[in-house]
């Protein structure tokens, strides 16, 4: 996972062991598992300034709000414009003693919220995960080659001490995130040192990777990847240029982040913010009911109704990119051969998947991740329930009647739930599915990658940060042990181009290639996608419903366009 | 000075039961499965990793030099550090444990004089409508677990009936853990609905059986009047068997509160230790269980010192 | 202005405290709310000031519940249904709670029957004694009441020092307790007293020091007294007159001379003949039944179903009162007609065959409970055939010697022989044999049976543990069954649905299943009443007659030893005071101990002959 474990930080709490334990529902787990994706994002070969959107310059454009399931409602807030100026936002969410606060950092889904108040990064991803400058420090990000970027801050940026942003804050911030001692974004650290950086004057930077990435944008993306001032230290004073400067942090308890009013894209309505923590989804849902609150994050499933049906709360619910699967590995009996794969493909009912683990809140999957990524292939065939092609499929590989155990971690909420409804969907096929519910830290131990079939989940990445992740044989987390010697060579080469290739649409095509052969034959049943669930009261304005990573509208970009209507 | 004699042989005792306490605790984390620093590193961490954490935490210590060490620290004040964060422990928890012990505190003196009084006025009207009424209900709160209580009560007063009192408690960071009495109307209720009928009924049944004594009777025969019947002759009486009640409760509280306190998101221990033990961060829950074991021995020495010092019996016997 | 003055400007209406009756009830009914049963019914008693009535019964005949209501008392569930009670002319039932409460204490005060329970064990005896001062008004000022104190705890033989006014009741003995107990009652120097079974359970000599207290209160104060007690040797020596109780009702009521040398009714007639005496010399004389429970009286007389001269018309009516002298009441049809009962001489069996070897030998054994030494170098020992009894006040060491006897105590040295072999310590490392040929039995047959067996499985049980078959252990039990005087349809009977002296039967039976040479008898008749007390004495008298027992039978009731044992050793600190053949010991003592132990028991025939 994204996020990496590192002395005196608990990573434990986003790792994989414990993401979501206690938490109130899978939906929970999962947006956070989005959000640790984003460390790992420049760990690819460069592109040309490849985002499609990377010539559109600061400024506050509006983001796209369609919603891109049938699931998600539509915005339930009003869109900012005449917000009312003044008033303290109280946030509640589900947090713990660990706790952390840093401009570069999160452990815990609070931590999400109190980054993103405070610290920006140089680009930023539009509602089509397109990669923008709206929302973030850079005018223009230029991508000479795939290995060589100049990164040009914009004009009056300045710090919450009211000192510029200038190029070395940017150098500084880039060291600071591959700090050996720190552990922020390790992976960062196969493409920049300290050598990498040259100033070119107070507000240009060129990188000079150490190889060539064409995801390095999506790196700079990360809402981790911010500007942070030369010298800062977790310790130290907490100064970022976003709307919000933290006022005081307990961890376990609150936060209270007071309005910036040097911020350069114009002062946010609210006077202050506070954050504060809830060890108890119950108890948060009875805060934002009694008034203690005036928004949540990840409203447990069982509150949604009774929520959207009192006219005094809206329920934000958001399509994310973040998943479930069930994986094989592919070099393993039975499912070294392919036809054992598409046989359990064809077992699921992904609908009921998505109506049993995720209580309906998501959207149905194609065995195809990166759902978000702009080259997601939406052309490809939505596969459906075929227990008959399925029987037909194992018997002519030999395996009807087959018995086989699959593993699951009793730390992830989703994972046991999943696996027992896959067991009885595999009854009707004649397959025999022992579930093996095994304690967190027996399941994501030394067996994790080894097991033959077993139950994971990923967050939000874009396509070939997936691949990286969990699609080769020297990934990060080689669960279904993609690719099989067969086809090795092919999809290392296939992926080795794709990182080279800077134009869009021909590394589209590749890309394309590679997504074919998974749906295909790859090891990943992708039954579905979750939303992100929220709620605010209905006098707070400014949230909107739309494709997000990370919960409550990206937690408002920082609450420059939130505001009490009271 | 019998009396001092007394509390100090039951405070040697409570310092032996704490010891094996400290014993039990230890070796039952000894016994864990898992090493504690992968658990907390988890799968990514590096030899080198482990082995700072290891050193950092003592772990690369004997069992017996972990003990001892550890004992040492709990003695001093110094529980040591948290794993998950490497502050010291004292330095997050202190104001939890202080939370935890007002909340605790408060809900003892609210239940307490309540179930003394409740016990005391059913016996009185045994049979009658207040005492039939309360032990049907107090029957019923007893059988019902507290979160099922607190859950009700906010459903009735903060959320969805009548929002009178907030669902849940905010006692911001350097304020006492009273500055937000509205917040704290609801787990206080909860508390109390929680203990009052355990004692309550013993203060009954104690109150019953004093008031069916002979010495009742011959205060009465005495002519007497009912008042001091009930407040010179019977309470005084009934009270002592009911400390030990009290203590269990009290000690029942430390418990309770941290179901109380995830209802109510109250920030005391009971959030720390749900915490802890998640995240397999040892010494928190190494301490917090001595915390707790150590509200027992307090809790049940001042009951038994409280009883003695009602029973002129036992008091006597001292000097 | 003197304390006592001020007193009787106090408590205006107590104008006939010389002469006339102060306390007078007339036809008393009370019952049981619920059911509406009577507990006592008719009842009519009349006792003039500075007289003691002794208003005598077995357990549950009603004489407890009179006493309270003297007070206007009734416990939870019981009220006074009618009749009324007047205290100097003044009706105590028509008051109201304030004026009762003034009425309590004040003018009628209660000695309870049990000390150590109706003390406050959390208030000092000056607050307790005080408390009655300051609720009634008495004196002028703190200084009289104060003095008050002081002069009632001499008037009851204590000290008044502070140091002992200031102690709890538990710091005080059993016999200062009750003293505590007459100072509370005498403080505000009321008109009627009503003392319930105040000695039960104290030493004799205690006993003795108490009697003699409230005699010379009730004598001095001019205090109308009603004494209530199953004790006819206790109130043959205090009582003025003397009123029978059977079944809630009045049988029989008359001078104490009169009562004891002429009876009248046959109930009266039984309750003497049961009663040991002292310096009697005759045995006592049981009598079969129990007295009927509220609820369950029969429309007739309620003492005919056990009357041997009970007629059809016993059975159809109450008999109404019939006055056979001045100042004699009765109710019965046949007044008189039991004239004399038989009573049995006293077992005189001789000590015989000194040379044989004895049953059970105790020699030089020092016994300890808790590390303290409560026996010290004590040797007797029970022939074969004979019954020793053991006898000495509480905490003299008798209970821990025969327990140690027993195998049930084993903090002891020294040697105890049984038919001449040395016995262990502890019944555990007794062999079995030797086990079943000594046998115990218990003070109280309410806690000695199990509760889940029936009466033929814990009578068997001696047997089955032997190793005998189900079917000889059944005829055994049947046949132990007839022998104590019950049938073998008891068998199948629980312990709750049996009497006292039922189940002190049922355990003396349990005992002799085994056929023991000797029987080791713990105080087994001192939980019962009178008659049943007698019928058990007469029952071991006959056994040990009829099977050769050996017994030793301990007890603090010198009266009882008379009709019983041949042999007495009087144990005092756990020493042997004296022993001896027990016409000699009690005829002629030659001990101090034992002469003021006989002096301080109270005599039927003593008092009644003079």
């Known amino acids: ?566 | 000075m019998g009396i001092l004699k007394l509390v100090i042989r039951r405070l040697a005792f409570g310092v032996v039961t704490l010891f094996v306490v400290s014993l039990a605790v230890f070796i039952l984390s000894q016994a864990l499965p898992s090493d504690p620093a992968r658990a907390v590193l988890g799968r990514e961490a590096t030899e080198e990793n482990v082995a700072a954490f290891r050193e950092k935490f003592g772990l690369d210590q004997s069992a017996v030099r972990q003990y001892t060490d550890w004992l040492g620290g709990l003695v001093s004040g110094d529980p040591g550090l948290s794993y998950s964060n490497g502050v010291p422990i004292m330095d997050f928890l202190g104001d939890r444990l202080k939370n935890s012990l007002f909340l605790m505190f408060a809900g003892s003196l609210i239940s307490i004089p309540l179930s003394l009084a409740i016990g005391a006025y059913a016996a009185l009207r045994r049979d009658k409508l207040f005492d039939n009424a309360n032990s049907v209900s107090s029957l019923i709160l007893a059988a019902m677990p507290e979160f099922v209580v607190g859950a009700l009560l906010t459903v009735l007063l903060a959320t969805n009936v009548w929002q009178i009192f907030p669902a849940t408690v905010r006692v911001r960071p350097g304020e006492q853990p009273w500055s937000d009495i509205d917040g704290l109307v609801l787990p206080l209720l909860t508390l109390t609905l929680a203990v009052t009928p355990y004692v309550s009924r013993v203060v009954r049944a104690s109150m019953i059986e004093v008031l069916e004594s002979d010495y009742v009777e011959m205060a009465r025969l005495k002519g007497l009047s009912e008042r001091t019947v009930l407040w010179r002759h019977a309470l005084p009486n009934a009270i002592g068997p009911t400390f030990q009640v009290i203590a269990l409760n009290i000690a029942y509280m430390a418990g309770g509160v941290i179901v109380v306190e995830a209802l109510f998101n109250y920030p005391g221990i009971g959030l720390a230790l749900r915490d802890a033990v998640r995240e397999v961060n040892l010494p928190v829950v190494q301490f917090l269980a001595m915390f707790i074991s150590l509200i027992y021995v307090v809790s049940n020495l001042l009951a038994d010192v409280g009883t003695i010092l009602v029973t002129p019996r036992l008091r006597t016997r001292l000097s | 202005m003197s304390a006592e003055l001020g007193t009787l400007g106090d408590l205006g209406d107590r104008d006939d405290r010389d002469g006339g009756v102060t306390l007078s009830i007339r036809s008393l009914r009370i019952d049981v709310v619920d059911t509406g049963h009577d507990i006592v019914d008719e009842v009519d008693l009349e006792i003039a000031a500075g007289e003691v009535l002794g208003l005598v019964g077995e357990s549950g005949s009603g004489k407890t519940t009179v006493g309270l209501a003297v007070l206007g008392h009734a416990r939870r569930g019981v009220r006074i249904a009618s009749g009324t009670i007047e205290i100097g002319g003044r009706s105590v039932l028509d008051r109201s709670p304030r004026e009762l409460r003034r009425l309590r204490g004040g003018q009628v005060s209660y000695v309870p029957q049990d000390p150590s329970t109706s003390l406050n064990p959390a208030l000092r005896i000056r607050t307790q004694i005080l408390e009655v001062l300051e609720h009634h008004g008495f004196g002028t000022t703190a200084a009289d009441r104060e003095a008050r104190v002081l002069q009632v705890m001499e008037e009851v033989a204590l000290p008044n020092t502070p140091d002992f006014l200031r102690r709890y009741p538990h710091q005080l003995s059993g016999g200062q307790q009750q003293r505590i107990g007459l100072a509370m009652a005498f403080a505000c120097r009321p008109s009627v007293i009503v003392l319930d079974e105040p000695t039960t359970g104290l030493d004799v000599s205690t006993q003795a020091h108490v009697l003699t207290t409230v005699r010379d209160l009730c004598r001095a104060h001019g205090v109308a007294a009603l004494y209530v007690t199953h004790d006819l040797a206790v109130v043959a020596n205090l009582a003025d007159r003397v009123a029978v109780m059977y079944a809630g009702r009045i049988v029989e009521q008359g001078t104490t001379r009169t009562i004891f040398e002429s009876p009248q009714h046959p109930y009266t007639r039984h309750l003497t003949a049961a009663a040991p005496d002292i310096s009697g010399t005759e045995a006592v004389v049981g009598l079969a039944g129990r007295a009927p429970a509220p609820g369950k009286r029969p429309v007739g007389c309620s003492f005919a179903p056990r009357c041997e001269l009970a007629t059809d018309e016993c059975r159809e009516s109450f008999p109404p009162v019939t006055s056979p002298a001045h100042a004699h009441q009765v109710r019965c049809f046949h007044a008189g007609g039991l004239a004399h009962l038989q009573r049995p001489a006293p077992v005189t069996l001789l000590r015989q065959g000194r040379d044989e070897v004895p049953a059970l030998s105790i020699r030089h054994v020092d016994a300890a409970y808790t590390g303290h030494r409560v026996v010290h170098d004590v040797s007797f020992d029970v022939a074969r055939g004979e019954c020793v009894a053991l006898v000495g006040e509480s905490g003299s060491g008798k209970t821990t010697l025969s327990r140690s006897v027993g195998g049930l105590h084993r903090e002891w040295t020294g040697e105890i022989l049984l038919n001449g072999e040395a016995m262990a310590r502890s019944a555990r490392n007794r062999p079995t044999a030797q086990r079943l040929s000594i046998q115990y039995v218990f003070q109280n047959p309410y806690s000695s049976l199990h509760p889940r067996r029936t009466v033929g499985d814990s009578v068997a049980r001696p047997l089955r543990v032997a190793g005998v078959s189900a079917a000889e252990a059944t005829k055994a039990v049947h046949e132990m069954l007839e022998r104590v005087s019950l049938t073998a349809a008891y068998a199948g009977r629980y312990p709750d649905q049996l009497s006292g002296g039922e189940r002190q039967r049922v355990a003396i039976a349990r005992a002799l299943v085994s056929r023991p040479s000797v029987l080791v008898c713990d105080e087994v008749t001192s939980a019962l009443d009178v008659l049943v007390q007698a019928a058990v004495v007469e029952l071991l008298v006959g056994l040990q007659h009829d099977l050769g027992l050996s017994m030793l039978f301990v007890t603090h009731n010198l009266p009882l030893v008379r009709s019983l044992a041949q042999q007495v050793v009087v144990l005092a600190d756990g020493r042997v005071v004296e022993s001896g053949p027990t016409e000699r010991v009690l005829g002629e003592p030659e001990q101090d101990y034992t002469r003021r132990l006989l002096a301080d028991t109270p005599s039927i025939s003593a008092a009644s002959a003079g």
């Open chain 1, 1 to 566: 996972m994204a996020i990496e474990r590192k002395l005196w930080v608990p990573a434990s709490a986003v790792s994989r062991r414990t993401l979501i334990v206690g938490g109130s529902a899978a939906a929970a787990g999962i947006a956070l598992a989005a959000c640790g994706s984003d460390d790992e994002g420049a760990d690819s070969t460069a592109t040309t300034a490849g985002g499609t959107d990377t010539t559109a310059a600061g400024g506050d454009t509006t983001p796209a709000t369609t919603a891109a399931s049938g699931d998600t409602t539509p915005a339930t807030t009003a869109p900012a414009g005449e917000g009312k100026p003044g008033g303290t936002l109280r946030i509640g969410m589900v947090g713990s003693t660990n706790d952390i606060i840093d401009g570069q950092f999160i452990v815990a889904k609070p931590d999400q919220a109190r980054l993103v108040l405070g610290w920006e990064p140089l680009v930023n991803y539009d509602a089509d995960f397109n990669i923008v400058y709206e929302h973030s420090l850079a005018e223009e990000v230029e991508a000479k080659s795939a290995d060589n970027y100049v990164i040009r801050l914009k004009q009056g940026i300045t710090f919450h001490n009211g000192k510029d942003v200038t190029a070395d804050d940017v150098i500084f911030s880039f060291l600071r995130r591959i700090d050996p001692d720190l552990g922020l974004a390790p992976a960062l650290a196969q493409f920049i040192d300290a050598n990498s950086f040259t100033k070119l004057d107070d507000r240009t930077v060129e990188v000079k990777l150490l190889q060539p990435s064409v995801t390095f944008l999506n790196g700079l993306a990360e809402y981790t990847a911010t500007i942070v001032p030369d010298g800062y230290t977790r310790e130290g004073e907490q100064i970022g240029t976003g709307p919000f400067k933290l006022e005081s942090f307990t961890a376990g308890a609150e936060s209270v982040h007071v309005r910036y009013d040097g911020y350069w894209g114009g002062a946010a309505y609210l006077d202050e913010v506070q954050i504060i923590d809830f060890a108890d989804p119950t108890a948060l849902v009875n805060a934002l009911t009694s008034g203690q609150v005036d928004a949540v994050a990840d409203l447990p499933f069982s509150q949604v109704g009774t929520l959207q049906a009192n006219s005094d709360f809206a329920v934000i619910v958001s399509q994310a990119g973040s998943w479930l699967p069930i994986t094989m590995a592919v070099d393993q009996a039975p499912f070294d051969d392919k036809r054992v794969r598409q046989a359990m493909r064809l077992i699921v009912d992904r609908p009921q998947m998505v109506e049993r683990v995720l209580s309906g809140f998501g959207s149905v999957g194609n065995d195809m991740y990166g759902v978000l990524d702009a080259s997601y292939p939406d052309d490809l065939p939505q596969r459906e329930q075929d227990i008959e092609q399925a029987v037909a499929l194992l018997a002519e590989a030999g395996q009807e009647g087959l018995t086989i155990d699959l593993f699951a971690p009793d730390d992830t909420a989703g994972l046991p739930e999943m696996a027992a409804a896959f067991a009885e969907m595999a009854k009707d096929a004649g397959v025999t599915v022992n579930v093996k519910v095994l304690d967190g830290g027996t399941y994501w131990g030394d067996e994790y990658t080894k097991r033959t079939f077993a139950t994971s989940f990923w967050g939000t990445r874009p396509y070939l940060n997936q691949v990286a992740a969990g699609s080769l044989n020297d990934a990060v987390y080689p669960e279904t042990h993609w690719p099989p010697a067969e086809h090795k060579e092919q999809w290392d080469a296939w992926y080795a181009e794709a990182l080279a290739e800077t134009d869009e649409a021909k590394r589209f095509e590749i890309i394309q290639q590679m997504q074919t052969l998974e749906y295909e034959e790859g090891g990943n049943i992708i039954w579905g996608f979750n939303n992100l669930i929220d709620a605010t009261a209905t006098y707070v304005k400014g949230f909107e419903a739309r494709p997000n990573v990370l919960n409550l509208d990206h937690y408002g970009r920082g609450m420059k366009r939130v505001w009490l209507d009271v």
